[in-house]
């Protein structure tokens, strides 16, 4: 059984665990609130590869054709 820092995410500046965070993503004027891990010290926050050439693209795609 994994523990949770196994998986965990840590910032690479603050070498501190990210935690869940709601988070304002703005594009083309829109704004989308979501929950996506941050810093809790600097406030990085992850996109991870998968979320933005899934999610994300499906959305600018969206968008951009209106």
Not at 41 to 63: H, I, P
């Amino acid at each position: 059984m994994q523990n949770e820092q196994d998986t965990a995410i840590m910032c690479d500046k603050c070498k501190v665990y990210l935690k869940p965070a709601k988070i304002t993503l703005s594009y083309l004027g829109n704004s989308f609130i979501t929950e996506l891990p941050k810093c809790p010290l600097c406030g990085l926050v992850y996109l991870s590869e998968e979320l933005v050439k899934g999610k994300v693209a499906q959305v600018e795609m969206s968008l951009e054709d209106k």
